[in-house]
């Protein structure tokens, strides 16, 4: 309050505010006798207009009508408007009465004072709004007025998302776009119009429509899967370029701008819903904690860095094996985090003095071990390094971790860990049982998060088949029928985020995957949406099944008894009892004869400790 009395503003205001109850009163009397107010009655208004002036404009200030800038006026500022004169021509009406008991006095000049002061400060309100807003606004077409070049845009989706869109290009002169019209498959809403813009049909009409675009907004946030594959097999069919507002894992607290539209993606088409945290759960444990996060220069471990910042650790400890990742997420991270301190950590994690004295300086309270080898052919062809890096590395962080009294410490592992047929998931598989067997008598909560592939990650098929079409050469795809669980990498890290909370030690927490996909469905919705047609423009050639591979993956392992958590996203399995010193016995035994790099003998030596593992040779 005290800075809205210093500004000169807040003068002009009032005195604005001033003269128009003031015509609002005045205009009352006038109006209820005819223009010819009698003396009696001009003696009432002139004692009477003293207290009633002064009185609207505290409630005005009450109300906060003085604290909002007039040229961004909303309904939520028309709204306390409203609920200031209401209350203030009630109190009038009521110390009349008590006073008086409204002898002499004419009880419709009071309703018309009500009627005429809200429609003046609140319609001049709008009034400045209109004429300083950013935009061109027409007084002879009561509209916005466009400049002949802009673009001609079709909106699809008539709702909460295609309004704030169409109001942004509407008050914005620099978004060179006219809306023309828009599509939705609600009924209800064909033949209305919104802010004048019509609704001109069902999306599946859009060949129909007399009404010429040039380019067409998906502005329906919500909308995944088939349906947004649908509404896009539309839009290229049109011809016409088409973009969308950002989708579920970019939208925060529901804002949705204009100068954020982007093309359709790929995640886009995955039927995912809208991942829902509980905050104040994740908070808890992360709010001014040491945070230590391992691969923080991968997919999924850069990933974990930015939303652990949101949480506001007190220091964000990043490791990682490459200099040029580590390089890149640490320089991200400062610039995005300035107010934490942040730490980079350039180590290898199968080096256990290396590894400790992470872990003496940084002294974390929660890690994240999200450093893996995890390419399925590349670890087949070279089954020590996954086992030196895989397996020796998360005993070497395990161990440093009940040293150094880490509170809690999650595993990010993978679902080919379930009957793994590769070196890949069984490394990662024995990285699972090393966590369960900490538990019980040591402080440090240890869990594991597993779940399937992610989009656009390092090891992903994604980016490869992205290169392959931007060279224009075959999509290579190894089998017609092979499957995969999908997600995106925000939804993936989110998720282990709220998995970490939920763990009081020796959990393996699976990850909602939905429905598997078939790869080749994907790769055909990739094609599409680079603006080719699948075996027309980019053919997609079978290769067959790479070492390693399997024609799907599973999250659990058939008698594994899982349960559900409070999150509908999330079930936890409770893990195996293993015996730490028989574990630990089985994996030096492991690293010797990973010593000698015989890749039979290290599958071998793996199948003895995951009985499940039906390894290649």
């Known amino acids: 309050m005290k800075n809205i009395i210093h500004s000169k503003n807040f003068y002009i205001m009032l005195f604005l505010d001033t003269v128009l109850v003031t015509a609002a009163y005045v205009s009352a009397y006038l109006l209820r006798f005819d223009g010819r107010i009698p003396l009696q009655n001009w003696v009432q208004l002139k004692n009477t207009l003293p207290f009633v002036i002064p009185f609207k404009l505290f409630c005005f200030i009450m109300f906060g009508l003085y604290r909002g800038m007039w040229r961004y006026t909303s309904l939520a500022d028309l709204r306390n408007t409203l609920k200031a004169t209401s209350l203030s021509s009630m109190i009038i009406v ?16 009071y309703v018309i004072d009500f009627v005429f002061t809200f429609l003046f400060v609140g319609g001049v309100r709008v009034a400045i709004r209109l004429l300083l807003a ?34 942004e290009i509407q008050e914005h002169a620099s978004v060179n776009m006219d809306p023309v019209g828009f599509l939705d498959d609600d009924p209800d809403k064909r033949g209305k119009a919104i802010h004048g813009v019509p609704v001109l049909g069902a999306v599946d009409e859009i060949h129909k429509i007399r009404t010429e675009f040039d380019e067409i907004l998906i502005a329906i946030p919500s909308v995944k899967g088939e349906k947004l594959r649908r509404i896009v097999t539309l839009c290229e069919e049109s011809g016409k370029r088409f973009r969308t507002l950002p989708g579920i894992w970019e939208l925060i607290e529901g804002k949705v701008s204009i100068k954020t539209t982007r093309k359709v993606h790929l995640e886009d088409l995955l039927d995912r819903d809208e991942v829902h945290l509980d905050e104040e759960e994740i908070r808890l444990y992360i709010k001014d904690k040491r945070v230590l996060i391992t691969g923080a220069g991968g997919s999924i471990g850069s990933e974990l860095a930015r939303q652990v910042g949101r949480f506001h650790p007190q220091e964000l400890a990043l490791l990682d094996f490459s200099e040029e990742k580590l390089f890149h997420i640490e320089g991200e991270c400062r610039q995005r985090y300035g107010f934490i301190p942040i730490s980079g950590f350039l180590v290898d994690i199968k080096n256990r003095e290396s590894a400790g004295r992470v872990f003496r300086e940084f002294a974390p309270d929660a890690v994240f071990h999200a450093a893996a080898y995890k390419h399925v052919p590349m670890q087949e062809l070279h089954p020590w390094e996954a086992t030196f890096n895989n397996i020796l590395g998360t005993r070497n962080l395990v161990e440093a971790a009940v040293e150094n009294r880490v509170k809690r410490f999650v595993l990010v592992s993978t679902d080919k860990a379930v009957r793994p047929a590769n070196v890949m998931g069984a490394t990662k598989r024995v990285a699972e049982m090393i966590v369960e067997c900490m538990n019980g008598h040591i402080v440090t909560c240890f869990m594991a998060v597993r779940f399937g592939n992610v989009l656009w990650s390092s090891g992903s098929a994604i980016p490869f088949f992205q290169r392959q079409i931007s060279m224009g050469i075959p999509v290579t795809v190894t089998h017609p029928e092979i499957t995969r669980y999908f997600m995106s990498i925000p939804e993936a890290a989110q998720l282990i985020l709220q998995a970490g909370a939920m763990g009081k030690g020796s959990e393996i927490f699976i990850l909602d995957m939905g429905k598997p996909i078939r790869i080749v469905d994907l790769a055909r919705d990739l094609i599409r949406l680079n603006g080719y047609e699948p075996e027309q423009d980019i053919p997609i050639k079978f290769i067959g099944l790479r070492p390693g591979e399997k024609l799907y993956e599973e999250l659990i392992t058939e008698g594994e008894g899982i349960t559900s958590t409070n999150h509908e996203k999330i079930l936890v399995l409770r893990g195996n009892t293993f015996d730490r010193d028989t574990l630990n016995a089985q994996i030096d035994e492991l690293l010797s004869v990973a010593g000698t790099y015989d890749a039979t003998a290290i599958k071998k030596k793996l199948k003895e400790i995951v009985p499940e593992y039906t390894p290649q040779f």
């Open 94 to 109: 009521l110390a009349i009465l008590f006073l008086y008991r409204f002898h002499g006095f004419s009880r419709s000049v």
């Open 134 to 167: 950013d935009h061109h606004f027409s007084f002879w077409t009561f509209g916005w007025g466009k400049k002949s070049s802009a673009s001609k845009l079709l909106i699809i989706g008539a709702g909460d998302a295609g309004e704030k869109a169409l109001r």
